[in-house]
Nanobody, 116 residues
Framework: QVQLVESGGGLVQPGGSLRLSCAASGIIFNDFRMGWYRQAPGKQRELVAT???????NYADSVKGRFTISRDNTKKMVYLQMNSLKPEDTAVYYC??????????WGQGTQVTVSS
């Protein structure tokens, strides 16, 4: 079964940290660039970070220096370490996979809420 399953969301205070995980199944993981997107209420879904199979990472300007994306090709996992969280980071975070043929996959999303 082809699927991406996120975990690790929750409620955290400003300045805190969370680590999101995404487990992939049913795909040749090394063929896919992995990424995290987020969507806040009333806003469009936006790119947070991406990582190639060779672990080359790219970040949105809003999260540079605070978030780190990583992947474990053996375990078919991708992670997003989020530090120094701000209220504006509050959103549903989605795991994403895309290969060179344009095949795209989405996870179901995990809620991250940054609030005191």
């Amino acid at each position: 079964q082809v699927q991406l399953v996120e975990s690790g969301g929750g409620l955290v205070q400003p300045g805190g940290s969370l680590r999101l995980s995404c487990a992939a199944s049913g795909i040749i993981f090394n063929d896919f660039r992995m990424g995290w997107y987020r969507q806040a209420p009333g806003k469009q879904r936006e790119l947070v970070a991406t990582i190639t199979s060779a672990s080359m990472a790219n970040y949105a300007d809003s999260v540079k220096g605070r978030f780190t994306i990583s992947r474990d090709n053996t375990k078919k996992m991708v992670y997003l370490q989020m530090n120094s969280l701000k209220p504006e980071d509050t959103a549903v975070y989605y795991c994403h996979a895309e290969n060179d043929y344009g095949r795209r996959l989405w996870g179901q999303g995990t809620q991250v809420t940054v609030s005191s």
